[in-house]
């Protein structure tokens, strides 16, 4: 991959997919969204375990700091 990449609408369902998976099997893995994760974009990853937002931490335009960004992340995930 390479920063700035979009991110997949289409593969959200996805996230739910292996969520269900892993409870039904009682399973032990995480599950992480690579690729064009923002403030917008984390609500719908709300399945997801681990995000990886390196463009929209470190090179936002819209946030004053990384810290701001993260905590953007953490309660855009959470909402």
Known sequence: GFGG????????EKLEK???I???KNLKYLIE???GVNAQTARLCRSADVLVAGSFVFK???????RQAINMLKEAKND
Do not use: C, I, N, P
Not at 5 to 12: A, K, L, P, T
Not at 60 to 66: C, F, I, L
């Open 22 to 24: 892993r409870q039904e």
């Open 5 to 12: 990449q979009s991110f997949m609408h289409d593969q959200v």
């Open 18 to 20: 292996l969520k269900t």
């Open 60 to 66: 936002g335009e819209s946030v004053a700091d990384y």
């Open 33 to 35: 969204v690579d690729g």
